[in-house]
């Protein structure tokens, strides 16, 4: 079993940025690869980001590409999601999650093991 705690959201204006961080614990970290996934109210859950398990892998949402940047540090246990350029569309409760796959780069939310509660993030226009 793993455990995820998302932190880092809060209220911040367009063009400003974030920095959100997943902690894990329970069973070892480092064989997961790692997804952000974000759901906005009323909306369906998004895929954002995936990280493979070494981190030399990364993959992200057309949305996000270019502005966002996730990276992980299997030492601390810890995913980050770097997100520059905010725009309003971008408010949602964000979500880290584990998969046992380790390299495969998934972007379907059903293919994930572990989920954490999420963080918010708010961007005011």
């Known amino acids: 079993q793993v455990q995820l705690v998302e932190s880092g959201g809060g209220l911040v204006q367009a063009g400003g940025s974030l920095r959100l961080s997943c902690v894990a614990s329970?069973?070892?970290?480092?064989?997961?690869?790692m997804g952000w996934f974000r759901q906005a109210p009323g909306k369906e859950r998004e895929f954002v980001a995936a990280?493979?398990?070494?981190?030399?892998?990364?993959y992200y949402a057309d949305s996000v590409k270019g502005r966002f940047t996730i990276s992980r540090d299997n030492a601390k246990n810890t995913v980050y999601l770097q997100m520059n350029s905010l725009k309003p569309e971008d408010t949602a409760v964000y979500y880290c999650?584990?998969?046992?796959?380790?390299?495969?780069?998934?972007?379907?939310?059903?293919?994930?093991?572990?989920w954490g509660q999420g963080t918010q993030v708010t961007v005011s226009s």
């Open positions: 990280i493979n398990w070494t981190g030399s892998s990364t």
């Open positions: 329970g069973r070892t970290f480092s064989p997961y690869a």
């Open positions: 999650a584990a998969d046992r796959s380790r390299n495969f780069l998934n972007s379907d939310s059903r293919g994930y093991d572990y």
